[in-house]
């Protein structure tokens, strides 16, 4: 089975711009989540959906949103990209049932703010 | 709130032999799980081990195994018979259960060296 799949692999927008991310989940999960990884540090969490609806949200402004598509593959939307915006963003999917909680993560998308 | 700590940013240790990894974390719950990732230069996160709070035995999956202190709230990594493969990024996490939301709470991470 294939894993978890993002797109793209690496983007550089300008300050003031939009982004969209994408992500595809293992088949047969239901739940993604979305991290961002500055350069050097661990993962902070921005936002879980499940069932294609958000259950939860980091400290993140609200320049970032999310959804979630009947197909539960997931888009992960910043507007106003500022420098310190510049991370790698993680797609985690996980299936959410009782004993099985695991989140499986994706190669990720290299965002690059010039 | 939930913390997770590495206080080792940076270890390395000689092919084949055996290096510990350190993790600590701060909870008020009494039920969660602890997961080690690896990253690798090439950036995927991969899950290495995890372990239920609610189960006093550690955690063992081949060389790897872990140590977990429930009253310490320690949770560290060890690895066996050290590979060059196991070079990478090492992030401890929590799994924490907060407003609906299964986050994931990492840790600064550990950088692994293997030399030959």
């Known amino acids: 089975d294939a894993g978890v799949t993002q797109s793209p692999t690496h983007l550089i927008k300008t300050r003031g711009q939009h982004v969209t991310l994408r992500c595809s989940p293992i088949?047969?999960?239901?739940?993604v989540s979305w991290y961002q990884q500055v350069l050097g540090q661990g993962p902070q969490f921005i936002f879980q959906?499940?069932?294609?609806?958000?259950?939860g949200r980091g400290n993140f402004p609200d320049r970032f949103s999310a959804r979630q598509f009947p197909n539960y593959s997931s888009e992960l939307n910043v507007n106003a990209l500022l420098l310190g915006d510049s991370a790698l963003y993680l797609c985690?999917?996980?299936?959410?049932?009782?004993?099985?909680?695991?989140?499986?993560f994706g190669p990720g998308t290299r965002l690059t703010v010039t | 709130a939930q913390t997770v700590t590495q206080s080792q940013p940076e270890m390395s240790v000689q092919e084949a032999e055996t290096v510990t990894l350190s993790c600590t974390y701060d909870?008020?719950?009494?039920?969660?799980?602890l997961f080690w990732y690896k990253q690798p230069p090439s950036r995927q996160m991969i899950l290495v081990i995890r372990?239920?709070?609610?189960?006093?035995q550690n955690a063992t999956e081949n060389r790897f195994s872990v140590n977990f202190q429930k009253a310490a709230k320690s949770f560290s990594l060890k690895i066996s018979d050290s590979q060059l493969g196991d070079a990478a990024m090492y992030f401890c996490?929590?799994?924490?259960?907060?407003?609906?939301?299964?986050?994931?709470?990492f840790g600064q991470g550990t950088r692994l060296t293997i030399n030959p």
């Open positions: 088949s047969g999960h239901k739940s």
């Open positions: 996490a929590y799994r924490a259960l907060i407003q609906g939301a299964q986050k994931l709470v």
């Open positions: 985690a999917s996980s299936l959410e049932s009782v004993g099985n909680y695991e989140q499986y």
């Open positions: 959906y499940y069932e294609k609806e958000e259950r």
């Open positions: 372990q239920e709070a609610y189960k006093q």
């Open positions: 909870t008020s719950e009494s039920d969660y799980y």
